[in-house]
């Protein structure tokens, strides 16, 4: 991996980005892979400087960049679109719950691999507005350089960096005046870094409070853990003040080094003199010190986004006390392999983007052959054009992270998989990933046949490498011997197969239970059943990705607008008859075998339009899913029944 890190150090940056860029990105750029590239400032007599970045950019297949808000500074911006082949990343600082509407649509449309945020309130709920856009829990750190343990003696009894919450404030000058303590608090102008890791280190406490107490609007309700709380116990001082709500300094951080006292400042005193009078406080802050400056430098961060980019590595902490209860999306809860929130990513191997006028395509290249392979919790499988897409779109409104020929955090949809392959044109190596669950999906065989006809030549050049499918004969008949051969090939491997036609009528419940997830029963009613079909065009449905992915309801006009069009040829069974009896005959024996229709009658192929009623009239109640509803138009076969019983 050639990265490319983006860095405003040439725009003249305000004086917070001294605190985390240079740290994070001289880690970065201690790897030999990894480059700096500066932009400058937007203005026609810096051409010639652009020219270089430009060079500089097209050089790197991966690009990372650090913003603060919900978009970048325009030369940053500028600069990251400079090759459109290269995996794009960023890092947000201060993604508060006001910007969370356009993060999560500028995530998904940018297809950002990944989209690091510092908040893991932030995380969580951009995970359940934005379900296909990629998030990674990277919270802040220290800068070890700056805020490390001295040996001089602790002069000062409090130091408070920065913003103050000012009842807090108030109340800590009552305390030290009444006593005679110094406290120092910087007003007016920036200290220099050096000057301000001396006062903090110098200091027994170190205040610490979350954003929401002094500026409760701006960050939308959020109280999340901020970069002082790391600056205090990497410079060995003690912290004073209060715990943000979000749960995440106990998860990572330990309590013992923290006095606690109300917002208001109540409490001060009575806690302050109970926490002097204990002879441990040094002992306890001098390990927290050592544990930060480990595992929560800015340095280490470096090596975490490194690796997570490089190899998808996990962004993992130790823990040194139980994690509380905090409220995540429903695909993680219970299950040890989801926790912490960070492993949330749809890219697991750092398989880059490539951009084309007719979608989106995929560069695979493989992971380090030291890496050992992930467990994933499911695989969605079968032949192509079964509705693996329809399948990855309706579980991820669900809450499982499976996407579509590509790897995610719970799984992957694709018909490649079926097949063990090193190369394979969408999805990991398979030496590289293992399944707990193997789904076989298949649909009504003579849509899908018609639909395989249209498959593009590295497609077929694919399934003729692992299956015997006679690569010159008539396209008709290569779609049908594809269909009944990898239909084969994916039973192997499956542990229960289903008809996507049945997936509204328990399919979906059936997944989410076997996978352990909640099951939602009004969000798949919600999903047009006609999602991504090929009736209305490639554009049509180009825009309705974007639309739902974005986290917006597609607009009516979209479709009713569409003109419809039949994209193959129709398949019947006396066609198939007529050009191959015998494979005819073999294929109306597996269609029989999954539980479809092999009348002699003219069957025109369903198309996305699934339909699925109950056995009597009766509605059913919303909160109950049915073990079993047949679809009206076909028969059921004893792979279709929605049991425990493995594929056959």
């Keep these: 991996m050639k990265l490319g890190l983006i860095s405003n150090s040439a725009l003249n940056p305000r004086v917070h980005w001294t605190t985390v860029l240079p740290a994070l990105f001289s880690g970065l750029a201690i790897e030999p892979s990894v480059r700096t590239i500066s932009p400058p400032p937007l203005a026609w007599e810096r051409r010639g400087e652009w020219g270089k970045v430009r060079s500089e950019v097209k050089g790197c297949d991966a690009l990372f960049w650090v913003q603060l808000t919900s978009r970048p500074s325009g030369p940053i911006h500028l ?3 400079m090759n459109f082949g290269a995996r794009r990343s960023n890092f947000i600082l201060d993604a508060w719950r006001p910007l969370l509407t356009k993060i999560g649509f500028v995530a998904t449309v940018e297809r950002l691999d990944p989209c690091f945020i510092a908040y893991r309130e932030a995380v969580d709920e951009l995970k359940r507005r934005s379900p296909l856009a990629k998030f990674v829990w990277l919270p802040f750190g220290a800068d070890t350089d700056v805020f490390y343990p001295r040996q001089e003696k602790k002069s000062i009894f409090a130091f408070w960096l920065g913003r103050r919450y000012e009842p807090l404030h108030r109340a800590l000058l009552q305390y030290c005046e009444a006593r005679g303590l110094r406290y120092v608090y910087p007003q007016g102008e920036g200290l220099p870094a050096a000057e301000i890791g001396r006062l903090t280190s110098s200091a027994q406490y ?5 954003r929401d107490l002094d500026d409760p609007k701006r960050t939308g309700g959020f109280s999340p853990l901020v970069m002082r709380y790391f600056e205090g116990l990497a410079a060995g001082t003690r912290l004073l003040g209060v715990l943000p709500r979000s749960g995440e300094y106990e998860s990572i951080l330990p309590t013992d080094a923290f006095c606690q006292v109300s917002p208001d400042g109540s409490d001060l005193a009575k806690r302050l ?33 490194f690796n997570h980019l490089a190899n998808g590595a996990a962004i993992e902490f130790p ?14 809860a219970g299950l040890g392999q989801d926790l912490p929130h960070d492993l949330k990513t749809t890219e697991r191997y750092g398989w880059p983007y490539r951009l084309s006028t007719m979608g989106i395509h995929r560069d695979t290249y493989s992971r380090r052959a030291s890496t050992p392979p992930f467990s994933a919790r499911l695989l969605i499988t079968g032949c192509g054009r079964s509705g693996t897409k329809y399948a990855s779109f309706a579980l991820q409104r669900l809450g499982l992270d499976v996407p579509h020929e590509r790897l995610g955090r719970d799984g992957i949809s694709s018909w490649t998989m079926a097949v063990p392959a090193e190369s394979r044109p969408y999805g990991p190596p398979s030496s590289q990933v293992s399944f707990q669950h193997v789904f076989h999906q298949v649909r009504e065989p003579l849509a899908t046949i018609s639909s395989c006809m249209t498959f593009n030549e590295e497609s077929w050049d ?80 180009i825009l309705e990705e974007l639309f739902r992915k974005g986290g917006f309801n597609v607009p009516t006009i979209l479709r009713a607008g569409a003109v419809k069009h039949d994209p193959h040829s129709r398949v019947t069974w006396r066609s198939l008859q007529k050009a191959d009896p015998a494979l005819c005959t073999r294929i109306k024996a597996k269609a029989t075998e999954y539980g479809y229709s092999t009348s002699e009658r003219e069957v025109e192929p369903v198309r996305g339009l699934w339909s699925c009623q109950p056995k009597t009239s009766a509605a059913l109640p919303s909160n109950r899913i049915p073990d079993l509803i047949p679809t009206a138009s076909s028969r059921v076969g004893a792979m279709s029944n929605i049991d425990a019983s493995p594929a056959q």
Excluded at 324 to 330: K, L, M
């Design 273 to 305: 003199d109970e926490d002097r009078s204990n002879p441990n406080n040094q002992s306890v802050v001098d390990a927290a010190s050592a544990f930060v400056r480990e595992h929560h430098s800015w340095r280490r961060r470096a090596e975490q986004v």
């Design 319 to 332: 823990e040194l006390q139980s994690k509380p209860q905090v409220s995540c999306a429903s695909s993680s």
């Design 206 to 210: 170190f205040l610490a409070t979350p």
């Design 462 to 541: 694919f399934i003729c490498r692992h299956v015997e499918c006679p690569p010159f004969a008539p396209v008709l008949t290569k779609a049908a011997t594809y269909w009944l051969l990898w239909n084969e090939k994916a039973e192997e491997i499956a542990t229960w197969r289903y008809r996507i036609e049945d997936f509204h009528c328990g399919v979906a419940h059936e997944i989410c239970r076997r996978a352990s997830v909640s099951f939602n029963w009004d969000m798949i009613n919600s999903i047009p059943r006609n999602f991504n079909t090929r009736q209305e065009g490639r554009m049509v449905h």
């Design 79 to 81: 600069a990251s679109y």
